[in-house]
């Protein structure tokens, strides 16, 4: 094996052991693995075709993009995306993939393509298949299956941009003690009218931007 691949395999498998590691008081941004803008400035993110199966929706897309759009302009700086089709030249690839039971609802995985590292993020998108007390919710908000699966993805942008979990049920980056539940999920849910009203809130903390301003 390619020297280099070896190193970055090791990176990946550092990161993936902080960010599944247990939460404590003084948990602060990783910087082991964090997703670097190419040459152009910017990070290239695609949003791969769903899995079929996977309970994927029109316009869950639409949440991850928003997803971006809030850390960048909450962040600023030198922190930039830029949606492509090339899936070839992302460095952060989208996936909605089918539930598994040994899979969580969103998952960031740093991996080896050629000589980088690019970050996958897996959501699992079907409603079915969320906790029972957030399922029978959905059922009668249908909104808050958006509310869900937008905290997902900018939970799981946020380890892709460097951040370990945080021990404060105020941030987005805050795992829950036990996975998120429907309290927390209903704290956003209150500032919403309507769906376009997502990406009109400021659903990231202070300290959840402090944090990746840290790194970038």
Known sequence: MDTRIRTLIGIALVGLV????????????????????????QIPYVIVSPVENSG?????????VWATEEWERRV??????????????????????????????GRM???????RLVAFLDIRPDEARFRPS????????????????????LHEIGHAL????????RDVMWPGTNGVT???YDRYRHHLKTRDDIPR????????VARVKALF
């Open 134 to 153: 957030i399922m029978r919710r959905v059922k009668v908000d249908p909104l808050m299956r958006d509310v869900v699966l937008y905290y997902v993805c």
């Open 56 to 64: 994927y929706r029109a316009g869950d897309a639409e949440l991850a």
């Open 201 to 208: 809130v400021e659903w990231l903390s202070a300290h959840d």
């Open 76 to 105: 600023g700086g030198p922190l930039r995306f830029r949606k492509t089709d090339d899936e070839a030249g992302a460095l952060l690839r989208v996936r909605w993939l089918p539930w598994a039971e040994d899979a969580a609802l």
């Open 182 to 184: 429907l309290p927390i």
């Open 109 to 115: 995985e740093p991996m080896p393509v050629g000589d």
């Open 18 to 41: 902080l960010l599944a590691g247990p939460k404590g008081p003084a948990l602060q941004a990783d910087a082991r693995f964090k997703l670097r803008p190419d040459a152009s400035g």
């Open 162 to 169: 460097g951040l370990s979990h945080s021990d404060n049920p």
